[in-house]
Structure formats: C-alpha cells, structure tokens
C-alpha cells in the first residue's frame, strides 16, 4: 500500500489487488511514500512510480509523453506489454472475461493503441492486425488464439 500526497497536480494511480501500482503525473508535483515512510518519493511531470512489495517504490523519470496522456484521453496504450498484461486492463475496460487459448501467446510483447471510441470488436480487429493473434467472442468472453 502507498500513501500519495497531491501537490496541485494532474496524476493517475492504478492499484489493484496482487497487481504492481503505478502512479503517472501529468502535471504539478506528487509525492508518493509507502505506508511505513521507508521508502519515499516526489515526482515531476511525466514521471512514474511503480510499487511491488518485492521491488519497493521505483521512480522513473521522463516516461514517454504519449503513455503519460493516454489515461487523460481515456484511450488504452500498451507498449512492449504482453498479453497477459494487456488482457488485464482490456477486461476492465470493456468488462469481459478473455480467455488466451494457445499458452504461447501469453508471454508474446505487442504494442498497440485503442482509442476510447473502439468497440471490443473493433479493439481485436486491431489486435489481429497487428499480431498473429484471432479471436472469437462468445458473450462476455473474448477467446483469442494463434491463427
């Protein structure tokens, strides 16, 4: 758990449960310690901050400016994620189930960018564009699979 003190900012916190946190400034100036003060740092515009109990609190300067305003247009950018990953945040986003289907897919890095208009659909045309990567939807599931 991480305590965030606002400076007069424009910043974004995601935090779940048995996931890494990450904290993005866009604007102004954050602090962010953890619970037990150990650990404690003030960020700059375009800064991040990601937390695991394992790594502690890592700052990382200067991230690019497209993922830091991405999360202020409400569109969804993945760079060098894998699909694990990404299928976290698209579930939430679009509040499906995905079930990743060939187990080497899982582990496999995509870059891609959705827009906040897309549609799921649409969302997985585009990932079938840009991989190697089908899908099939079932009601609230989203099968994907290797071609």
Excluded at 22 to 40: A, C, F, H, M, R
């Amino acid at each position: 758990m991480l305590n965030i003190r606002v400076l007069g900012t424009k910043f974004n916190a995601k935090a779940y449960l048995d996931e890494p946190s990450w904290i993005t400034l866009k604007e102004g100036s954050v602090e962010v310690s953890t619970l037990d003060n150990k650990s404690k740092e003030r960020m700059l515009p375009n800064d991040q901050v990601y937390y695991t109990v394992s790594d502690g609190l890592v700052l990382i300067r200067s991230s690019a400016q497209a993922n830091v305003d991405s999360w202020t247009t409400g569109d969804l950018r993945f760079d060098n994620k894998t699909l694990k990953e990404m299928a976290k945040v698209i579930e939430r986003r679009y509040d499906v189930k995905i079930r990743i289907m060939d187990s080497s897919l899982v582990e496999e890095y995509f870059t891609c960018h959705f827009r906040k208009d897309l549609t799921i659909d649409q969302a997985m045309e585009l990932l079938k564009e840009t991989r190697r990567v089908d899908y099939r939807i079932e009601k609230k599931t989203v099968y994907l699979y290797k071609k």
